[in-house]
């Protein structure tokens, strides 16, 4: 039996959070302008299996609370159009409707990056930094946000646990903000710009992403800043607090991580010199950025890949479903659980060689248990079943095949920017509504892992 009353108690909580977010914009807005949109998304947010449908809950009461600023300004037509880009803003998808940003206002241009940053850490780890302190457990949530391969607790209490994290995130985000000021940008944008990089989402307060600036200082700064945003925020805790550096290097999924990046960039760099032409220094530029900027799924743009030789674009494609690392801020299947299947399919050939021996899967010094192999492959299983299903979904409503496929990957693995009419230079604003609906479920589902999103819609969840 679910607990309603202990369930809208808990969700009030965090669209209090959610309020006080707005309440802390409301007053940024009177200074540069308008105070509606968050003037009447304040008043409605403040006043309006425990786990799992908590966390489903929050996730879709955020996207639908935190879409009120746009739903109230003029430059979202309908409430389809202000939740998608609230879903993809607080699932650091960066997927927008708009065809032009720079008409945003600057307090909307803020709360859309600040929703990256938001979500980034998770709306949930927001709350769980208020919730212990009413008494309230949590540690089901914590599990639940980051359900990956080896996420540990950093102390032996979890509020210990999250403030570690927070001031590592808030560490992250100060050093960011400095380096852009160094690199030359303005002050509104190197905080619009922190917001989104740490959160790895794309939101830019420009149209044209990070091309806009052409500044080879600012695109070296943010590659940096996304690969550490898509590190396990443990490893973080490991270096920088403890300052143990062995613990750090050693990390299996660190360097399948880096491993990943660095023949992903070697390939297209490789192509855009030789396929199309690109002065070796321009090349490494956009090589280095943009894979970077889609593995790590935080989908800013220097080039428009969708000009580049079919090699290269598939690359991409590729590591919208790679992601980044197991309890980092970025998407996708992420870098351990791809590590695992492959020590998965290497033990399936010693089998086929030695079909009487016994194979255990070792993941650094710790011995995978066969339980956590099967969900593997169940989630695995499970994501491609969604993207399939989302694809025909897309193609039913008219959408041609490569961008169905391309848009569902990136929603799905909250990158931003794919292929065809949702391509680097494109914009979702076109898309029917059947298909923004189902694209905000891939970015929700996405965010969520697919199982904690999926298992309330059961039957049996609801029967016990």
Same mark, same amino acid.
């Given at each position: 039996?679910?607990?309603?009353?202990?369930?809208?108690?808990?969700?009030?909580?965090?669209?209090?959070?959610?309020?006080?977010?707005?309440?802390?914009?409301?007053?940024?807005?009177?200074?540069?302008?308008?105070?509606?949109?968050?003037?009447?998304?304040?008043?409605?947010?403040?006043?309006?299996?425990?786990?799992?449908?908590?966390?489903?809950?929050?996730?879709?009461?955020?996207?639908?609370?935190?879409?009120?600023?746009?739903?109230?300004? /003029?430059?979202?037509?309908?409430?389809?159009?202000?939740?998608?880009?609230?879903?993809?803003?607080?699932?650091?998808?960066?997927?927008?409707?708009?065809?032009?940003?720079?008409?945003?206002?600057?307090?909307?241009?803020?709360?859309?990056?600040?929703?990256?940053? =938001?979500?980034?850490?998770?709306?949930?780890?927001?709350?769980?930094?208020?919730?212990?302190?009413?008494?309230?457990?949590?540690?089901?949530?914590?599990?639940?946000?980051?359900?990956?391969?080896?996420?540990?607790?950093?102390?032996?209490?979890?509020?210990?646990?999250?403030?570690?994290?927070?001031?590592?995130?808030?560490?992250?985000?100060?050093?960011?903000?400095?380096?852009?000021?160094?690199?030359?940008?303005?002050? #509104?944008?190197?905080?619009?710009?922190?917001?989104?990089?740490?959160?790895?989402?794309?939101?830019?307060?420009?149209?044209?992403?990070?091309?806009?600036?052409?500044?080879?200082?600012?695109?070296?700064?943010?590659?940096?800043?996304?690969?550490?945003?898509?590190?396990? #925020?443990?490893?973080?805790?490991?270096?920088?607090?403890?300052?143990?550096?062995?613990?750090?290097?050693?990390?299996?999924?660190?360097? #399948?991580?880096?491993?990943?990046?660095?023949?992903?960039?070697?390939?297209?760099?490789?192509?855009?010199?030789?396929?199309?032409?690109?002065?070796?220094?321009?090349?490494?530029?956009?090589?280095?950025?943009?894979?970077?900027?889609?593995?790590?799924?935080?989908?800013?743009?220097?080039?428009?890949?969708?000009?580049?030789?079919?090699? /290269?674009?598939?690359?991409?494609?590729?590591?919208?479903?790679?992601?980044?690392?197991?309890?980092?801020?970025?998407?996708? =299947?992420?870098?351990?659980?791809?590590?695992?299947?492959?020590?998965?399919?290497?033990?399936?050939?010693?089998?086929?060689?030695?079909?009487?021996?016994?194979?255990?899967?070792?993941?650094?010094?710790?011995?995978?248990?066969?339980?956590?192999?099967?969900?593997?492959?169940?989630?695995?299983?499970?994501?491609?079943?969604?993207?399939?299903?989302?694809?025909?979904?897309?193609?039913?409503?008219?959408?041609?095949?490569?961008?169905?496929?391309?848009?569902?990957?990136?929603?799905?693995?909250?990158?931003?920017?794919?292929?065809?009419?949702?391509?680097?230079?494109?914009?979702?604003?076109?898309?029917?509504?059947?298909?923004?609906?189902?694209?905000?479920?891939?970015?929700?589902?996405?965010?969520?892992?697919?199982?904690?999103?999926?298992?309330?819609?059961?039957?049996?969840?609801?029967?016990?």
């Amino acid at each position: 039996m679910i607990r309603a009353t202990a369930l809208a108690h808990y969700l009030g909580l965090f669209l209090l959070v959610l309020a006080v977010s707005m309440l802390g914009l409301l007053a940024y807005t009177l200074w540069w302008g308008d105070p509606g949109p968050f003037r009447y998304s304040f008043l409605i947010t403040a006043g309006v299996r425990e786990a799992f449908l908590l966390l489903s809950a929050v996730w879709i009461s955020v996207s639908a609370f935190g879409g009120l600023p746009f739903y109230f300004s /003029p430059h979202f037509a309908t409430f389809t159009d202000a939740f998608f880009e609230a879903a993809s803003g607080f699932t650091t998808t960066g997927a927008t409707v708009l065809a032009d940003v720079e008409i945003l206002p600057k307090a909307l241009q803020f709360w859309r990056c600040f929703s990256h940053w =938001l979500g980034g850490m998770g709306i949930v780890l927001l709350g769980n930094a208020i919730l212990p302190l009413l008494g309230l457990g949590v540690m089901q949530l914590y599990r639940a946000e980051f359900p990956g391969a080896k996420s540990e607790k950093l102390k032996a209490r979890i509020i210990e646990t999250v403030l570690a994290l927070w001031k590592i995130y808030f560490a992250l985000t100060l050093a960011q903000y400095v380096a852009l000021r160094w690199a030359g940008m303005n002050p #509104f944008e190197a905080v619009c710009h922190t917001f989104s990089t740490i959160g790895t989402g794309a939101f830019s307060t420009r149209t044209a992403s990070i091309a806009a600036f052409n500044s080879p200082v600012i695109e070296y700064v943010l590659i940096v800043f996304m690969l550490l945003a898509g590190l396990n #925020f443990t490893l973080h805790y490991w270096l920088w607090v403890e300052w143990c550096p062995k613990r750090f290097f050693v990390d299996l999924e660190l360097r #399948f991580y880096l491993l990943v990046l660095a023949v992903s960039s070697g390939t297209i760099f490789v192509s855009l010199m030789w396929q199309s032409g690109y002065p070796p220094s321009l090349a490494l530029r956009n090589a280095l950025f943009q894979v970077a900027s889609i593995m790590t799924t935080t989908g800013f743009v220097t080039d428009n890949f969708q000009n580049w030789k079919p090699l /290269p674009q598939l690359v991409l494609l590729a590591l919208m479903f790679v992601g980044g690392c197991t309890a980092s801020t970025a998407g996708g =299947l992420k870098a351990s659980r791809i590590l695992l299947l492959l020590k998965v399919v290497g033990r399936e050939f010693k089998r086929m060689v030695e079909r009487r021996a016994v194979f255990a899967i070792r993941f650094g010094n710790q011995v995978i248990p066969e339980t956590a192999i099967q969900n593997l492959l169940n989630l695995v299983y499970l994501s491609f079943l969604v993207n399939f299903v989302s694809c025909l979904l897309l193609a039913a409503a008219g959408i041609d095949v490569l961008t169905s496929i391309s848009a569902v990957a990136a929603t799905m693995f909250n990158v931003g920017p794919g292929l065809g009419r949702a391509g680097p230079s494109e914009h979702y604003g076109h898309m029917p509504t059947l298909a923004k609906w189902v694209l905000s479920g891939c970015m929700l589902g996405g965010r969520l892992e697919f199982y904690t999103f999926l298992v309330v819609l059961t039957p049996a969840f609801w029967r016990k």
